[in-house]
């Protein structure tokens, strides 16, 4: 697809580039903090599955420079992650590694020894397979790394923010949050596809429960959940008063674009941008290098 076709498609790609944003992705978080206002108050924040780096990018913008600029004597931690490697950016300190591995959750959970976490956000996604029970699965196992690393270093009263696959057993999704946070929203911006099973968990007012302190704590809460949920061979009718308990938020301006409509481009004033930070570790690198040394075809 063509860069203009591509910016005709999708208004949150073209707007990305002409606002500096490294991918459309940045849209949703801001659409979130409209509906949620999730940075007040903020200083120290993690960003999980991070690249290419829009969502760091937000970060840096609503915490770091304000900070920076107004003289604060310790500006925030922003700590992000990704198994990609990611360029820099102001005031992010960025660490590769897997979050569903114990070594990278430690050298997450290293950089707020002292100084907790106001506020974790998780965009983590598995590359899609298409089978949805495998994906929802995964995608799922993303979102318990990431709470593990939030009862790590999540403050008290702090915020978190995650990517779900609104897939068959969301309710048992929902019930282990509440089970950490008293509020707990789902949140779908304007520029998620509605056509994309994806939406965004908000938990506020992190509550630890005592449970969380044992050794095994969240493996044996979020299980505890599973049994309540899933006894009596699957009890519908709890997963259902589960899912209705969650409010369900549609957030992002109406006037700010639709992410499912084609908009026309005039042709007199387009100009076809680059996009902001091209990928640093792109697969086709490999494939490009394989064909100038005669290995592929
Ligand atoms: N929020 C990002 C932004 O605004 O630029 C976009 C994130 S992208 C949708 C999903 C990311 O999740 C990918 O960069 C992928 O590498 C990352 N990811 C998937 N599984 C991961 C894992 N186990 N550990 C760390 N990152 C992971």
Not at 70 to 94: C, F, H, K, N, R
Not at 140 to 150: D, H, K, N, R
Not at 239 to 255: K, T, Y
Request: proline share 7%; net charge negative; hydrophobic share 40%.
């Amino acid at each position: 697809m063509g860069k203009s076709s591509k910016d005709k498609r999708d208004i949150f790609y073209r707007k990305a580039k002409e606002e500096g944003w490294r991918a459309r992705s940045a849209y949703k978080l801001l659409q979130i903090d409209e509906a949620f206002d999730i940075f007040s108050g903020v200083a120290h924040a993690v960003d999980l599955c991070a690249a290419p780096g829009s969502w760091s990018q937000v970060l840096s913008r609503k915490l770091y420079l304000p900070a920076v600029r107004s003289g604060s004597p310790s500006p925030p931690t922003i700590v992000a992650v990704d198994l990609q490697p990611m360029a820099p950016i102001e005031g992010v300190i960025q660490l590769q590694g897997d979050i569903t591995s114990e070594v990278t959750a430690k050298q997450v959970i290293s950089h707020f020894d002292g100084q907790p976490a106001d506020l974790v956000v998780c965009d983590g996604a598995p590359d899609v397979t298409g089978l949805h029970d495998l994906d929802e699965y995964v995608q799922a196992q993303l979102l318990l790394a990431a709470l593990s690393i939030v009862c790590a270093v999540l403050r008290p009263g702090g915020t978190f923010v995650a990517k779900i696959f609104r897939g068959k057993d969301v309710a048992l999704l929902y019930s282990q949050l509440k089970l950490l946070f008293p509020e707990v929203y789902v949140a779908k911006p304007k520029s998620s596809r509605n056509s994309s099973i994806e939406a965004f968990v908000v938990g506020r007012r992190f509550d630890p429960p005592e449970a969380l302190a044992g050794p095994g704590g969240l493996q044996s809460l979020l299980a505890g959940a599973q049994e309540r949920l899933f006894s009596d061979n699957g009890d519908q009718e709890a997963q259902l008063l589960v899912a209705r308990a969650v409010p369900f938020l549609s957030c992002g301006d109406l006037a700010g674009g639709d992410a499912d409509r084609t908009y026309d481009l005039d042709p007199e004033t387009y100009v076809p941008l680059e996009p902001v930070q091209p990928p640093t570790a792109p697969n086709y690198k490999t494939a490009i290098a394989l064909v100038k040394g005669g290995q592929l075809q």
